[in-house]
């Protein structure tokens, strides 16, 4: 079974995550930050994953080291889970409309940290969220998970709108890159032979 449980305690951040990247979907989220329980909650929704996050953070300072912290834990867990991905699909990628804003992420289980963000967000703060905070995360998430993500905003005008999109069209292409691809057979998906 892929699943994972990763806990990760520091002067900052106390966190528990659970993944199950076989999932349905099914979410219980509380990060003491709203909408980043909001965008990981659709995360899990439209990539099927099962995903349990309790943080108790600093969020008296502000969210910095609550979205930073449950990206390295959410990456490290899809690294626990995945091992030495044999069998997998490896690349995913998604454009995802909502409403106005369309957004493009493509992913590559490459063994190699890599963050492409490219999404212009017109408000500073959604909610009490300071959106500069949703690339820390993607940062944070694909140097412990060991992936490259490009995120790439094609339209939009709502902050919140983008965002979203964001996450469900990384979710969509997590999704497939996990995925068990039958005609691998089971081997690993490179010609190195692994990915690191
Ligand atoms: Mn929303």
């Not at 909408?35 to 995360?43: K, R």
């Not at 390295?72 to 997998?88: H, K, N, S, T």
């Not at 949703?134 to 060991?146: G, H, L, P």
């Not at 999704?175 to 010609?191: E, F, L, M, N």
């Amino acid at each position: 079974m892929r699943k994972s449980q990763i806990s990760r305690k520091t002067a900052e951040t106390n966190i528990m995550l659970k993944l199950n990247i076989d999932g349905s979907g099914a979410s219980k989220v509380s990060t003491g930050a709203p909408f980043l329980d909001h965008m990981l909650t659709l995360f899990a929704k439209h990539g099927c994953f099962d995903l349990t996050v309790a943080c108790s953070g600093d969020i008296q300072v502000d969210c910095h080291h609550t979205a930073e912290d449950v990206g390295i834990c959410l990456g490290d867990a899809f690294a626990q889970a995945l091992g030495d991905m044999a069998g997998i699909t490896r690349y995913g990628s998604a454009i995802i409309p909502m409403d106005e804003a369309l957004v493009l992420t493509a992913v590559d289980i490459s063994g190699r940290g890599h963050l492409a963000f490219d999404l212009p967000l017109p408000a500073a703060k959604v909610g009490e969220f300071d959106t500069e905070l949703v690339e820390e995360f993607w940062r944070a998430f694909v140097r412990r998970a060991n992936i490259t993500l490009h995120i790439r905003e094609l339209a939009g005008t709502n902050t919140h709108h983008i965002i979203e999109g964001a996450f469900k069209s990384a979710a969509r292409s997590m999704r497939q890159a996990v995925s068990i691809d039958p005609a691998v057979k089971g081997a690993i998906p490179s010609t190195k032979g692994m990915l690191v």
